[in-house]
């Protein structure tokens, strides 16, 4: 089993920061690419930010220069700090992450964490 945990999400005031953290724990044998999504309402999921295992970056241009992706291997976390929010950055920020298990046989899938909602109003 493994579980990925989003936290960080809240309210902030344009122009604001906000540093979101997500958790995978569970039968993990390794950690491929991790990365974050977002969803506003009405709108299809859109990637934000990937990270691969040894630190390459990958940005949205809605977001490039605004946000930083980083991670920790050591703790299998990734974190997402937001700089500069813009009301259209209001949505529903999801973590995934590629994970490599070894249950019998090694699987390789990927992991979704529940989401955590940031609202940027003033």
């Known amino acids: 089993q493994v579980q990925l945990v989003e936290s960080g999400g809240g309210l902030v005031q344009p122009g604001g920061s906000l540093n979101l953290s997500c958790a995978a724990s569970?039968?993990?044998?390794?950690?491929?690419?991790m990365g974050w999504y977002r969803q506003a309402p009405g709108k299809q999921r859109e990637l934000v930010a990937t990270?691969?295992?040894?630190?390459?970056?990958n940005y949205a241009d809605s977001v490039k220069g605004r946000f930083t992706i980083s991670r920790d291997n050591a703790k299998n976390t990734v974190y997402l700090r937001m700089d500069s929010l813009k009301p259209e950055d209001t949505a529903v920020y999801y973590c995934?992450?590629?994970?490599?298990?070894?249950?019998?046989?090694?699987?390789?899938?990927?992991?979704w964490g529940q989401g955590t909602q940031v609202t940027v109003s003033s």
């Open positions: 995934n992450a590629e994970i490599v298990r070894f249950v019998l046989t090694f699987r390789r899938d990927d992991y």
């Open positions: 569970g039968s993990i044998f390794s950690i491929n690419t």
């Open positions: 990270i691969s295992n040894v630190g390459s970056t």
